[in-house]
T-cell receptor
Framework: DTAVSQTPKYLVTQMGNDKSIKCEQN?????MYWYKQDSKKFLKIMFS???????INETVPNRFSPKSPDKAHLNLHINSLELGDSAVYFC????????????FGSGTRLTVV | SQELEQSPQSLIVQEGKNLTINCTSS?????LYWYKQKYGEGLIFLMM?????EEKSHEKITAKLDEKKQQSSLHITASQPSHAGIYLC??????????FGKGTKLSVKP
């Protein structure tokens, strides 16, 4: 029943590792997003995809690579993890531009040790 | 680029008290959204405001957008422990994304 689901919910990993976070939405939305929330709770856009096409690619290290196999899925792969990557990552989806109808996942808390 | 400034950064109130959280934009707002976040959970949509002077209420929470559409306030009447969490205001970005303020952490003491 979950509209936007992310896995895993928690991820603890060592520096230098490569990890992926998965996101799936069952709302039929065309656009999906990845946001990062830092330790000060500041939430900022990283990427957005519209129907599998990359729309937004903010200033994010190229160690982060989003992948959208279809419009219901947007995964985030992170290479060579660093301590500063520790944050909560939120996936979201919307039918179109604008915040109304935005639906967020429950977040993935990534801790790099 | 547009920035949203929220105040206060954190707030501790006694149960039953009223409180107000403010959100100020560096540019005219065309869509202003209020979200609530509880620890370990996603963002819960509260309200959306679009028109200058608009006011919306849901249960004990009222949000307003000023006439110039650059400031919004969120007012909680008779706060309860269930109101505790982080309140975020958001605005439409250039390409469908949301731009957020840095959040206001609300604690309600029973």
């Amino acid at each position: 029943d979950t509209a936007v689901s992310q896995t895993p919910k928690y991820l603890v990993t060592q520096m230098g590792n490569d990890k992926s976070i998965k996101c799936e939405q069952n709302l039929g939305h065309d656009t999906m997003y990845w946001y990062k929330q830092d330790s000060k709770k500041f939430l900022k856009i990283m990427f957005s995809y519209n129907n599998k096409e990359l729309i937004i690619n903010e200033t994010v290290p190229n160690r982060f690579s989003p992948k959208s196999p279809d419009k219901a899925h947007l995964n985030l792969h992170i290479n060579s993890l660093e301590l500063g990557d520790s944050a909560v990552y939120f996936c979201a989806s919307s039918q179109g531009p604008g915040g109304y109808g935005y639906t967020f996942g429950s977040g993935t808390r990534l801790t790099v040790v | 680029s547009q920035e949203l400034e929220q105040s206060p950064q954190s707030l501790i109130v006694q149960e039953g008290k009223n409180l107000t959280i403010n959100c100020t934009s560096s540019k005219t707002l065309y869509g202003l959204y209020w979200y609530k976040q509880k620890y370990g959970e996603g963002l819960i949509f509260l309200m959306m405001l679009q028109k200058g002077g608009e006011e919306k209420s849901h249960e004990k929470i009222t949000a307003k957008l000023d006439e110039k559409k650059q400031q919004s306030s969120l007012h909680i009447t008779a706060s309860q422990p269930s109101h505790a969490g982080i309140y975020l205001c958001g605005a439409d970005g250039r390409q469908g994304n949301l731009i957020f303020g840095k959040g206001t952490k609300l604690s309600v003491k029973p």
